[in-house]
């Protein structure tokens, strides 16, 4: 209705005309692919997608896990040797620009690999929005480095590498806390001189344990709206929760539509 996307829908077919008719929604020459089997239709929508019959894949009543396994699937599935990495694009009345906030949904304990591929997902975001250079915030519980904190050695060496070029297309600074990588006077209290602190694009959380709770604080308490996909396949996924808005799954089409 919106003129975002055209829809491609997989699954009962009678089940999906009731539907539409109980929320006045006109489906006429909208494509409707049986399949009555849950983990069928996943595979069934995958399938679609590498024919070029799709460009977006968007999880609707079927379960996270079988959708996910017709992703990741070694020869039929969507993965080109990335990580799968949750990315939410946020948009807070406390912070002068959009933020995003990865991997709040994904990976539970990303090892330093991953947070590479993490951070070049997360950059790959910005770049297909038009930002050319996003700034990246390594961020965890203080800013200065303590070898007993894996989060903030991890956050001094993606910032080297950054510097060395092997990240590539953004700036990256780390370990910050959270504070100074979203508010310069923070920054500047604590004396810290970075392109990164107080203007932070990106916020890339220790694990999923604090980028969860740093991703669901802004939400229901910091008046927060945001649009999340899931990065590091050949297309953008929407998967979206139970607990997302209406408001929430449209701005993750459109987002997964921008790209």
């Known amino acids: 209705q919106e003129n975002i996307i055209v829809p491609v829908l997989v699954g009962n077919k009678t089940e999906i005309e009731k539907l539409c008719k109980e929320i006045d929604f006109d489906i006429n020459g909208i494509e409707i692919y049986e399949e009555n089997n849950p983990a069928k239709s996943a595979v069934k929508a995958v399938e679609l997608i590498r ?12 379960s996270t896990a079988p959708l996910l396994r017709a992703v990741l699937d070694k020869d ?31 990976n539970i304990a990303p090892d330093f690999n991953e947070k590479v591929h993490i951070i070049n997902n997360a950059v790959e975001v910005f770049h297909r929005l038009g930002v050319k250079e996003p700034k990246v915030a390594i961020v965890g519980p203080l800013e200065v480095v303590n070898p007993k904190i894996e989060s903030t050695t991890h956050g001094a060496l993606l910032a080297v590498m950054n510097n060395r070029n092997q990240i590539k297309g953004c700036i990256i600074d780390g370990p910050l806390a959270m504070d100074n990588a ?32 740093m991703y ?12 999340a996909v899931i990065m590091g396949a050949r297309v953008p996924i929407v998967l979206t929760s139970r607990a997302d808005t209406d408001k929430s799954k449209m701005m993750s089409i459109a987002l997964a539509a921008a790209m």
Do not use: R
Not at 51 to 62: N, T, Y
Not at 216 to 227: Q, R
């Open 51 to 62: 024919d070029g019959k799709a460009d977006i894949l968007m999880k609707g009543l079927v």
């Open 182 to 213: 979203v508010s310069k006077e923070a920054a500047k209290h604590k004396g810290i001189e970075s392109e990164v602190a107080g203007d932070a694009d990106i916020l890339v959380a220790p694990d999923l344990n604090s980028g969860n709770i």
């Open 216 to 227: 669901k604080t802004m939400m229901f308490i910091g008046g927060a709206t945001s649009a």
């Open 76 to 106: 039929t599935g969507l993965t080109k040797g990335s990580t799968l990495s949750h990315f939410a694009l946020v948009e807070s009345p406390y912070y002068h620009k959009l933020i995003g906030i990865t991997d709040a949904a994904m």
